[in-house]
């Protein structure tokens, strides 16, 4: 189950806890402290922004690899990890549910854990992995059957291992848990199959579940063993029965804003795809939004109750899933904000205090499928544009096919944006590319996939599908545009350095400007970027990591897309990057 480097272990055991267990107040100040890198997103906030200067416009040129570490073996696929940084170690987590520690002066391995998945595994999208948690000694990272471990983060001795749900009904973990006042928080994958979204909430000490709070409307949430309340109103806004496999799965995991002590989590698209069969292909009166699907709750910490909710794709048909993070900052005029830029193709502004919507801009060329989105936040449908409904006359019973834009993998999918404290900008990570979408037959079986429809994704244009965009929260207007032939598939993060990193799928990892998106450094590592860059200091010298391995949804959904990536090489390979002090000074 676990590998050990024996003496590098004894030598940290001898020399004792260099530093102390990692504390709810670590956890506050992880986006102010240059260090560690102690949550994923860099601060709970999900910012990604780092208060780092040392390295900057003007000597990024002379930023170098320090060491590069392999995650070994052939399971090298879809590494869209974030590593941690604490005491000396990085935690990072692989492909197949596989996580290493890591010396972070040399690149050496500590140890590692493999889950050793079972037979019968359902990933939607690629056996991939998000990242880890640190909490107390512990690090805790979700599996692909379903599972949350707590791991001794010295040893990699099991602390506890426990069940969430049957992985066999196409449930599994692939979001970095979240850690909040000793509970560890985690969302659910497997929206594909007919799973049910939910938060949960583990006592992190024991890996007891205090709470959970399903996602769907007419499910009962439960508190400390007990049911509390149900979630929304039974059959409110879905027909029938179709609630009880009503899909929303949260697999992106969430945010924590500390000002409002509220969690923020994403819910995934309704099933089946098929809009007409949950009624909410024709009505457009509210008994077809389909809560809570597609939209982002405002959770209480304490007992998991759903604060307020705001859904981006109400009557969703295009698999707009509404998981994407949701970052907290304040705009030009003192106001707390949120900002989502959602797969359906608009960024969305709302009231940190209440979800209530501000404001929303198209970020993605050529939607198709709404004309905008009016003063309540709800979209403004171009019902043409929707796929029909099945049709029993027609082959197979296809319904209308219709190309709509964005595609279901998003204007933006899963990969993080940032946020800059320095420039006030977000830098959003997105592709142009359109569907072909039908609606087919569909009913629920165990297990088995459950759409009831088809796609082809196809790009819009000819020389570019992938585009960073620094976008003005305030007006929506795009500052500057990277556009890159692959799609982007990896997350973004900013530095008060005046930088942003990102990687691509050719394998470039690169740093611009932040002002006008001017690349100042790059540097091939050897197969696509689909992972999350961090940076930090240590011994006064700055670094920066990222995790380097092709793979994700893209190859497995992509389409024609698909057939244009298919050259990339897969990989899995961690680099680690410094400003030597001496080149630091120079400046």
């Given at each position: 189950m676990r590998s050990l480097v024996l003496a590098a272990v004894a030598a940290i055991a001898c020399a004792g806890a260099a530093q102390a267990q990692v504390t709810e107040e670590d956890l506050a100040k992880d986006a102010e402290t240059a260090g560690d890198v102690l949550t994923n997103g860099m601060g709970r906030g999900l910012q990604r922004f780092s208060p780092l200067t040392t390295l900057n416009k003007d000597n990024v040129d002379k930023l170098v690899p320090a060491w590069a570490f392999s995650l070994g073996g052939e399971k090298q696929r879809g590494q869209e990890s974030q590593p941690i940084v604490y005491d000396g170690i990085m935690y990072i987590t692989g492909s197949y549910s596989r996580i290493y520690a890591i010396d972070l002066k040399t690149g050496k391995e500590l140890w590692q854990y493999d889950a050793r998945l079972p037979e019968g595994?359902?990933?939607?999208?690629?056996?991939?992995?998000?990242?880890?948690?640190?909490?107390?000694?512990?690090v805790y990272f979700g599996t692909l059957d379903a599972r949350m471990v707590?791991?001794?983060?010295?040893?990699?001795?099991?602390v506890w291992n426990k069940k969430i749900a049957d992985y066999k009904e196409g449930y599994s973990l692939t979001a970095a848990p979240l850690i909040v006042n000793g509970l560890v928080i985690t969302g659910n994958s497997g929206g594909e199959f007919g799973i049910v979204g939910e938060v949960r909430a583990l006592?992190?000490?024991t890996g007891e579940t205090v709470w959970t709070r399903p996602v769907i409307e007419g499910h009962m949430g439960t508190l400390n063993g007990q049911e509390s309340t149900m979630t929304g109103t039974l059959n409110a806004s879905w027909p029938g029965d179709m609630w009880k496999t009503g899909g929303g799965a949260t697999w992106l995991g969430g945010a924590y804003d500390a000002d409002t002590d509220t969690l923020v989590f994403g819910a995934g698209n309704p099933a089946p795809w098929n809009s007409w069969l949950r009624d909410a292909g024709e009505k457009n009166d509210g008994t077809g939004d389909n809560l809570y699907a597609a939209s982002r709750?405002?959770?209480?910490?304490?007992?998991?109750?759903?604060?307020?909710h705001f859904q981006t794709t109400p009557r969703e048909g295009w698999?707009?899933?509404?998981?994407?993070?949701?970052?907290g900052f304040t705009d030009k005029d003192g106001n707390k904000r949120f900002a989502t830029a959602d797969r359906n193709g608009f960024f969305y502004i709302l009231n940190r205090e209440d979800g209530k919507f501000v404001a929303a801009y198209p970020f993605v060329k050529e939607i198709s499928w709404a004309s905008g989105i009016d003063e309540n936040g709800r979209p403004i449908y171009n019902e043409a544009?929707?796929?029909?409904?099945?049709?029993?006359?027609?082959?197979?019973?296809?319904?209308?096919?219709?190309?709509?834009?964005?595609?279901?993998?998003?204007?933006?999918?899963?990969?993080?944006?940032?946020?800059?404290?320095?420039?006030?900008?977000?830098?959003?990570?997105?592709?142009?590319?359109?569907m072909d979408i039908w609606n087919e037959p569909i009913s629920y079986k165990k297990g088995a996939a459950y759409l009831g429809a088809g796609f082809t994704i196809k790009p819009l244009f000819e020389d570019y599908i992938g585009s960073l965009k620094a976008m003005d929260p305030n007006t929506g207007e795009v500052k500057w545009e990277y556009k890159n032939e692959a799609p982007l598939w990896g997350g973004v993060m900013t530095t008060a350095g005046?930088?942003?990193?990102?990687?691509?799928?050719?394998?470039?990892?690169?740093?611009?400007?932040?002002?006008?998106?001017?690349?100042?450094?790059?540097?091939?590592?050897?197969?696509?970027?689909?992972g999350q860059p961090v940076t930090f200091e240590m011994d006064g010298e700055q670094y920066v990591s990222i995790i380097s391995g092709w793979g994700g949804a893209v190859p497995l959904w992509g389409g024609e897309v698909a057939k244009k990536v298919n050259y990339l090489n897969q990989g899995g390979m961690v680099w680690t990057f410094k400003l030597p002090k001496e080149l630091a000074m120079a400046n």
């Open positions: 595994i359902l990933p939607c999208c690629d056996v991939i992995n998000r990242g880890a948690a640190i909490y107390g000694d512990n707590a791991l001794n983060r010295k040893t990699g001795d099991v006592d992190a000490e709750l405002g959770i209480d910490p304490k007992t998991g109750e759903i604060k307020w698999d707009f899933d509404g998981v994407n993070e949701v970052v544009n929707r796929p029909g409904a099945p049709d029993a006359a027609a082959e197979g019973g296809k319904g209308q096919q219709v190309f709509a834009v964005p595609s279901f993998l998003g204007g933006k999918n899963w990969m993080p944006m940032a946020y800059s404290q320095k420039t006030g900008l977000f830098y959003v990570p997105s592709n142009e590319w359109g005046g930088l942003v990193f990102f990687g691509t799928p050719e394998g470039d990892f690169i740093a611009l400007d932040d002002e006008t998106g001017e690349t100042l450094w790059s540097f091939q590592t050897g197969s696509g970027v689909v």
